[in-house]
């Protein structure tokens, strides 16, 4: 699902959401003693972007914020323990540093990186 983000009549942003899973195997080795299915619910960050005019206004942080308090909540109602995403390798660091993302070991051949928040260490 794609959520809009507005700023008054003016869309900025938008953030789209699915869920997924992650194979426990994916998991480090310290993830994956703490659960005992083969595959863990997961929200998936799908696509997130705002207007360049935005840039370096927090709307990035606002829409990750809101995404984690939804899948938070979808937690609740429906299991999700994490929210994952794909990143560009150079994107990595910026997701880790500013957006509270985790990388998950890269595997042979991977393109992206795959990255995830828990929702069950969220403070």
Avoid: N
Avoid at 94 to 116: C, I
Wanted: aromatic share 12%; charged share 35%.
């Amino acid at each position: 699902m794609t959520y809009l983000f507005r700023a008054k009549t003016e869309v900025v942003g938008y953030v789209t959401l699915a869920m997924a899973s992650v194979r426990k195997e994916r998991l480090s080795k310290d993830l994956r003693k703490a659960h005992r299915f083969k595959d863990i619910p997961c929200l998936r960050l799908a696509q997130i972007a705002r207007k360049s005019t935005y840039t370096k206004r927090g709307l990035g942080r606002i829409m990750v914020a809101w995404a984690f308090d939804k899948a938070s909540r979808l937690s609740q109602e429906v299991g999700c323990r994490y929210v994952i995403l794909d990143s560009e390798p150079d994107k990595k660091e910026h997701y880790e540093k500013y957006l509270w993302f985790k990388a998950l070991p890269l595997r042979r051949g991977d393109k992206t990186v795959l990255m995830y928040f828990d929702l069950g260490r969220r403070a």
